[in-house]
């Protein structure tokens, strides 16, 4: 945090304009309009006291375009003394009286240039008292920051950041009237906000973005207790009483000044954009198959920072209040909102119209609001909770499944799981689900995966809707994982929720945490409390491993840095930290302590010191953490810092001892990055299982590595000789392990051994970790590949599924890297050689393994297969190119007509379509091309478009990579912008495409950023593929070039740009360094 945050410099009367020039002022805003009158400057100095400097950031580096506030109000007494110190200013209850409190009085601002401002400036030096760093945009300085707050954000060319404080929102009555037709596509609606003053000002700031308001709507109350309205007050002068200083915001002065500790009703009228960017309340479509007729509906993505799009609203997740919501609709829809409907009734003068009312909310954030009107339908026997069969963990909120009336069908798998998953929370949480209801809306056009809105949970189609003739195991898995992810998030999130963005992990971590817990209660066989390590761990791992990556609470002010939080830190290294604080502190404490923190914060905000309390307290009281040991101390170093560590282990076999140290893991090895002496170390719990006794149960460190520990950290007790040694057991601490190559060596006999005899010591989730560990270890230099693919070849005889899982994804980089070189032909034949019993175990038939195992043997079979006829294996593809043309002779005659597919399922197994999909088109035609395209076109199934979209990446024929990318800009192309950065990747991710990609990036740039936005980091993924592959100088230039060319233009797209650049400058050294090492025991393993 930077020391300068928050800090209020006081300068004398005789500081003039040098001190702003000395802050590198090249700009201001000067403030103009305040107390009603530009008297301020032409009577002279007596009508100012005070000149307020904003910085951005509160740091002297970020000196562009500060603020200076005039504040004085025209009406009172000139002080010319020394002001007192903020704290003494403290607004509240200072207001009374003829005096005015300090920092409250209203500014409005002129852009003049340095010129006009040296003029003005020396008007009001001698009256100069305060000047501020580090005010928040608006009226009202902050004495009393929010928790957690990063405070000194101000409006700049980055778009609005904070609200004044002044106000605080207490209840929202809101009237919205959606348009949902060709030709309109608006909202029209009126706002009516009850607010808190707490600081006496002159102003009402609001976040409204894209909005119309009637200016002659605006009306400001007093209000007493009862909410009665009371006095009118004067608003600024009425021709400019109310702008927007930024495209964020909209203020509203007052000539009355708006007293703390009184309360305020704000009223206005609008209009709002039904827009087609899937942000804010938005529009959306599709074709009903009976009538063959375009639908529209309306509803909502606010998350983060988009409710402000919908209605005028103090758009920030502290200010929590209530919503009561009307809805006008149509008679032919229905609306939906977070509460359950409360009664309709006809609109007047409005024939076919009625007015939906919904009861006021809990207190809840903006972001949480959600509205939708459409024509979609529920099947009857949802709305009973459980469907009537009573289950012990069946929830009281009852639950309605919501997707168009051709998808219903495919909504029985959410209806049957969500509510056992919300009751099954109920009881881990032991607190609650508050609200009498849960509707889930699957919806044709959606940016992200699904948004948690308290009560009325939002999914894209294919994250919700399972059809299990059409849909794969994959699909199943991830739709069971988001359902579970959304429904935490009722708690984490929405019952409490963090305080402002930076602590965004917090609610992501958690959801993305606590759906494993979920989806275990559900789905037992899936053992997916196993997959965790190799789901989110080592998928996080690449990304913490670049310079670029960034700490996981990290201050944001901007709507750019707020959305560029959603990422996999967030997310995935979010879930595994917490994780290991599970492990670490029991499932005891670590429950008990949760508990206690979401019943403290309920209806409130947390920041993670909140958590970290909660969880301490719990933990010492158990006596689960020594008493000399906080959370906080040990969880600061994994949240603020970036990266993670490896700790190596270098063992004494005689005296059965082994020293650990620390140093955080970079996938450049020993390259250090930007400041080699700042070297961060962790808090690190040691876990750990020996040969002589294996205990891969056992989660509670056995020892603590400490940060900057000297001397390092020394393991005792272990055995003497020549056993193996683990460490990490259950890959439950967010770190890689290193050992000497003697253990590495004991290692993989082991699991040699037990390969060839099948009696499992290691077990799979073990086995998985090492294999991940040691071929990354050897990707950043720290291990030698033919070590690390020895290790591999004790997968010959293995076929579980978590091994092979963790071993494929690191030899598809190594298959990146050296797809286009001379030993690629010998790496196919080798990698089909070692994969061969996997292979012949999955076959192309059905699951042999009953019920549990059905779900991980078809996960296995895809991964298998494709890998398989990836590797052009003559039988995989034999197989899957027949199965392809059975599939097209399907349809009679070939005649391609859509009505025709619309019901036809095809006789593919849905786990087996991907591999044969993309092996038909790959070694096909444009013919198979076009089928499947056609198919993709006509299909009612989203997790079947979603394979589709991928399999159409896979064709030889350039033309149609081509035709296929130039559709992600095409609105009428057939590809859903929600889909457009899959159709992308699946080009990108095909050798013969990457370069196509790279290109259409570069020269459709402006477009791709105004088409698609900046809301859901499509651009950015788009940026993540097209860049995968490279691994030559000559494309790091061309990345690097790119990137400088569009500097200013980046959006929100900056930090995953930098990653790309560090990753294929990591590529680069990577065929530098161990290219030769690798093609090496290719060869020698390819004789054989
Ligand atoms: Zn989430």
Redesign the pocket.
């Known amino acids: 945090m930077d020391p300068n945050q928050g800090r209020t410099q006081h300068f004398s009367e005789r500081d003039t304009i040098k001190t702003l020039v000395r802050l590198s002022i090249h700009t201001v805003l000067f403030t103009q309009r305040a107390c009603g009158s530009k008297r301020l400057f032409h009577g002279g100095a007596d009508s100012i006291d005070e000149v307020k400097v904003s910085v951005q950031g509160g740091r002297r580096k970020d000196v562009r375009n500060p603020t200076i506030e005039v504040v004085r109000c025209a009406s009172s007494p000139l002080r010319r003394h020394r002001s007192p110190s903020p704290a003494s200013a403290s607004a509240k209850g200072s207001s009374s009286g003829s005096r005015l409190p300090r920092f409250s009085c209203t500014v409005g601002r002129v852009l003049v240039t340095t010129m006009t401002m040296l003029v003005a400036a020396s008007l009001v030096a001698t009256a100069l008292v305060i000047v501020n760093v580090s005010t928040p945009l608006g009226a009202t300085a902050d004495p009393h920051p929010r928790a957690g707050t990063p405070k000194g954000a101000a409006i700049w060319k980055d778009g609005a950041a904070r609200l004044p404080t002044h106000l605080k929102p207490i209840h929202y009555r809101l009237r919205l009237m959606p348009f949902i037709w060709p030709g309109n596509f608006t909202t029209a609606g009126e706002l009516d906000v009850s607010v808190a003053c707490l600081e006496s000002a002159y102003n009402v700031t609001l976040n409204s973005k894209d909005i119309k308001i009637d200016q002659d709507s605006i009306k400001v109350f007093e209000e007493d207790d009862d909410q009665n309205l009371g006095r009118e007050l004067i608003l600024l002068m009425p021709e400019s009483a109310a702008t927007n200083s930024t495209d964020q915001d909209f203020i509203i002065y007052t000539s009355d000044q708006l007293k703390s500790g009184s309360n305020y009703r704000v009223q206005l009228k609008f209009v709002a954009q039904l827009n087609d960017i899937l942000q804010g309340f938005y529009r959306s479509s599709y074709v009903d198959t009976m009538t063959g007729e375009k639908r529209w509906l309306a509803v909502t993505q606010f998350s983060p920072v988009d409710a402000r799009r919908s209605y005028p609203c103090f758009d920030e997740p502290a200010l929590k209040a209530t919503f009561e919501v009307s809805i006008a609709r149509t008679l032919n829809m229905t609306s939906r909102s977070n509460m359950p409907l409360e009664r309709t009734e006809p609109i007047v003068g409005m024939s076919g119209w009625v007015w939906d009312h919904y009861p006021a909310t809990l207190p809840m954030s903006t972001y949480l609001t959600a509205f939708l009107v459409s024509d979609f339908e529920t099947l009857e026997e949802d709305v009973a909770a459980g469907n009537g069969v009573p289950r012990e963990d069946t929830p009281a909120a009852a639950f309605s499944i919501w997707s168009r009336r051709d998808a219903l069908n495919q909504t029985r798998y959410a209806r049957d799981i969500s509510p056992r998953i919300l009751g099954h929370y109920e009881e881990y949480f032991g607190v609650p689900f508050p609200l009498p209801k849960v509707d889930m809306v699957a919806v044709p056009d959606f940016g992200f995966q699904a948004m948690?809105n308290w009560g009325i949970i939002t999914f894209r189609e294919s994250a919700m809707l399972f059809d299990p003739k059409e849909s794969t195991a994959s699909s199943k898995q991830n739709i069971a994982m988001v359902i579970g992810?959304?429904l935490a998030?009722q708690w984490f999130?929405n019952l409490v929720t963090p305080a402002w963005w930076d602590d965004l992990w917090l609610?992501?971590g958690f959801?993305?945490y606590v759906e494993y817990i979920g989806v275990n209660h559900v789905e037992p066989g899936w053992k997916i409390l196993d997959q965790f390590p190799y789901n989110e761990i080592q998928d996080v791992f690449a990304l913490d491993a670049l310079n670029s990556s960034h700490p996981i609470s990290v201050e944001v002010n901007n709507p750019n840095q707020i959305r560029q939080m959603f990422d996999r830190i967030s997310?995935g290294k979010g879930a595994s930290i917490i994780r290991m604080m599970n492990h670490f502190l029991g499932e005891e404490t670590f429950r008990a302590g949760l508990k206690s923190y979401l019943t403290t914060f309920s209806y409130g905000n947390a920041v993670q010191d909140d958590l970290w309390a909660s969880l301490t307290a719990q933990a010492h009281a158990d006596g689960s953490l020594p008493a000399d040991m906080t959370v906080k101390e040990v969880m600061d170093t994994w949240t603020l810092q970036t990266g993670f560590p490896v700790v190596s282990v270098a063992r004494d076999y005689e005296n059965g001892s082994a020293r650990l140290t620390q140093e955080r893991f970079m996938i450049t090895g020993n390259e250090k990055g930007d400041d080699a002496d700042a070297q961060p170390t962790w808090w690190v719990p040691v876990t750990y299982t020996s040969q002589d006794k294996p205990d891969f149960e056992n989660t509670r460190p056995a020892l603590w590595m400490r940060p900057d520990e000297d001397p390092p950290a020394t393991l005792t007790n272990l055995p003497k000789g020549k056993f193996w040694v683990l460490l990490n057991t259950k890959e439950t601490g967010f770190y890689r392990v290193n050992y000497d190559h003697e253990n590495w060596n004991l290692i993989r006999s082991q699991l040699q051994d037990q390969a060839g005899t099948g009696t499992v010591v290691i077990p799979p989730i073990t086995k998985s970790q090492l294999l991940d560990d040691a071929l990354n270890l050897a990707r950043a230099g720290l291990l030698p590949y033919a070590l690390a693919l020895d290790l591999c070849l004790s997968l010959q005889n293995g076929t579980d599924y978590l091994p092979w899982a963790s071993a494929f994804r690191a030899i598809k980089y190594l298959d990146l890297m050296v797809v286009n070189s001379s030993v690629y032909e010998q790496f196919k034949g080798v990698m089909l050689s070692i994969s061969r019993k996997l292979i012949d175990a999955v076959g192309w038939g059905e699951s042999t393994a009953s019920g549990e195992g059905e779900h991980i043997d078809a996960l296995k079979r895809a991964s298998g297969l494709k890998w398989a006829c990836h590797w052009d294996d003559n039988d995989c593809v034999r197989e899957a190119t027949a199965r392809y043309a059975q599939w097209m002779a399907e349809s009679s005659g070939g005649a391609m007509r859509k009505a025709q597919f619309r019901n036809s399922t095809s006789k593919i197994p849905p786990d087996l379509r991907r591999v044969v999909y993309c092996t038909g088109i790959k070694h096909g035609s444009t013919k198979e091309w076009e089928y499947a395209w056609q198919r993709y076109l006509s299909t009612n199934v989203g997790t079947q478009r979603d394979v589709l979209l991928d399999s159409l990446g896979c064709t030889q024929e350039i033309p149609l990579l081509k035709k296929y990318m130039a559709g992600v800009l095409d609105s009428s192309s057939g590809i859903r912008k929600q889909d457009g950065s899959r159709a992308f990747a699946a080009v990108a991710n095909n050798p013969l495409g990457s370069q196509i990609a790279f290109d259409f990036l570069r020269n459709n740039w402006n477009q791709l950023l105004s088409y698609y936005g900046l809301a859901f980091s499509r651009v950015a993924s788009m940026i993540a593929a097209a860049t995968s592959s490279m691994n030559t100088e000559a494309q790091l230039n061309q990345v690097k070039t790119f990137w400088k060319e569009q500097q200013g233009n980046l959006g929100s797209t900056g930090r995953t740009f930098q990653q790309s650049i560090e990753k294929v400058a990591a590529n680069v050294l990577w065929m530098e360094r161990s290219f030769e090492e690798m093609k090496k025991w290719v060869e020698s393993h390819s004789k054989r």
């Open positions: 948690e992810h959304e998030h999130g609610k992501e959801a993305s997310y």
